[in-house]
Every structure is written in structure tokens, then in C-alpha cells.
């Protein structure tokens, strides 16, 4: 087995929401499969994640290391310095209905154990047999173990690379149904016709921020707050892919095919084939109109902004990274315009703005 060394978590230097706290003594420790192998179906590694602090904390899994029962991205791949395409699922996620299976916890001085495996989850065959660098993904949103989500802290690592060959077999491989037998959440006419007016709102509400960009420019202040300095280009043209999507082979579903629809998941785009998949919970989310009485932009849950979301993970290749208006406000300018919650957010906060 490659032994990658242990890595130190370091803490970012802003909260993702309400006052920040700093969680010491955390680290990884991750374990791979021989430097060579013959078939993408050996690339199976194991990450120990212990706490080495006095409090036990809890820890979002979605999209890290943590995550090893949904097929998120856990691991940024990469050849010869090339990244890998990524072939899993991208969530969105309500705050406010996360339950305990969306969190690990570790107590104190003690350790977790998640295991992955990775042939499903990456275009290997695009790739072709080579040398790839796995690195984990370990950027956590993360609360003391009695708090409330509201608290949420940013912490950040710095991992080292396992290399692994993989000399033989690079053949596409299928993402494994969670649930063998798919439950159609579906049970009336109405939810179509919900997912149908949640696809025109998405689209107008992505319009409405291409066009409040176009005229207000790269200074506005709600720009930058959410985009930083990034050119405006680069975020009107995923603005305008989705307001301009007429994929006729894009699947808008209200079937659970890969049994996601769990601890606080709205919705999910399976990237392989960009088909969007909606929870039950999407449901009880709102129409645009309520931005003007009844509900807030920090709420996150206008329809359409749920469903803008899951499109630029269609269209735009974004990723999620975190998830919150005003945690949203404090990435980087790379992580902000690859977020796609900073899409949602902001066009919901363009409609509050131009139109109640």
C-alpha cells in the first residue's frame, strides 16, 4: 500500500456564516493501491480522518474525502498535469433540512475511516492507461459537534498527491444505483408541472443576471461581492448557457435513480449525462414572486434558483464547493465563478433588487 503523509488542516481565515471558531488538530491520512495497477477497477483507497483536538466536531461530508455513500467528487484527478473529467453526481443542498447522515462526527481524540472507489467516477477511458495524481479533496465546512449549522467554520488542507499507474483496463464503468429499486417520488401531474415552472423561472432568473452584468459592469457592488474581480465574461457566459439551454436530450426527472434524495439533498445532476434529478423537498421550494413577499434570497429556496443551480453543472461545468449566500460571498475569485450556489444566490438577489 502508498502511504501519503499526515496532513495538518488549516483554517481559513473567514467563517462561512455566523462567528468564526477555530477547530485545531485535525488530520488525513490516506491509503491507495500499488504504484501500478492493471484496471481502473484496483483504484480503491481508504482515508483515515482523525481528531486530535479537545472538542468533537461535525463535518459536512458532500463533496470531500468524507463522502464515500454518494457518488460526489472526492478526489480531483489528474494526468499528465490534465484533469480527468468527472462522471458523478453535484448536489444541491438545503441548510435548513440537513439531518445527521449529512455529517460526520469525531469525537475527540478519535478517528473515521471512509473507503472509496473511483472507476465510476472519473473519464478514465478519455484518459487513457498512464500515470494519474489522486488528491483528496478535504475542504470542509465544519461546526462543534452541539452547534448549529448557522455556525459553520471553513477549513482548509493542503494534501499531497498519490500517483497510481493504470496500465491496462481504462473502460467506461456505469455509476452504481444506490437504490436498486428507484422510487417514483413523482405521484401527480403537478410535480411536473412544478420542475416545467421551475425550468422557465431558472432560465429567466440566469437572463435577468446576464443582463444586470451587461449594465452595471464589473464594479457593481453586488457583483463584486459575489464574483470578486472576475472578468464579467466568464459569468455571463454561464448566465447565458443556461438562459439559452434547449438540450432536447436532457432528462428534467422526479425519479431518485441513484437513491441521492437524502439528509437534506434538493436536487442532483448525474455530470456524465447532465440528466437533473429532484428531491422531495424541492418541492415545498418557492416561485420567483416570493423574493418580493415572503421569502428571503439567504433562504435559498426559490425554485428556479435551485434548478439555475443544477444547470450550471450542465452546462457551465461548475462544481460545489459550499454551500450558502454569505459563506458564498467569502471564496476566492477561482472558487466563486466555479461555485454554482454563487449562481443561484446572485441571480435571486438581481430579481430582489430589479423587480420587488
Known sequence: MFFASFVSLALATSALAG????????????????????????????????????????????????????????????????????????????????????????PAGEAVTVNHEVASLFDFASAGPGKFSFEPITNFQVVGAEESTEKFSKVQATTAKVEVEVTGDVSKRELPHLNKRAVDICTTSTRKSFIDSSYSEGKSLASGASSYISSHGASDTLYRAYFGATATSRVTSIFNAVASENSGSRTLSCVDSLGACSGGVIAYTVISTTNIYFCSIFFNEVASTNLCSGTTVASRNVRGGTTLHELTHAVGGTDDIQYGCAADQALSDANSVANADNFNCFSTQVYANTRC
Do not use: C, H, Q, W
Request: net charge negative; proline share 5%.
Open 19 to 106: 462567528p468564526y471558531k477555530r477547530f485545531d488538530g485535525i488530520t488525513v491520512e490516506l491509503s491507495g493501491p500499488a504504484a501500478s495497477v492493471g484496471s481502473v477497477d484496483d483504484l480503491k483507497f481508504t482515508a483515515s480522518v482523525k481528531n486530535t483536538g479537545s472538542e468533537a466536531v461535525k463535518i459536512l461530508k458532500y463533496g470531500t474525502i468524507l463522502d464515500e455513500k454518494l457518488p460526489t467528487r472526492s478526489f480531483t484527478v489528474t494526468k499528465d498535469g490534465a484533469a480527468v473529467p468527472f462522471t458523478g453526481i453535484k448536489l444541491s443542498v438545503s441548510l435548513n433540512d440537513l439531518d445527521d447522515s449529512a455529517f460526520t462526527t469525531i
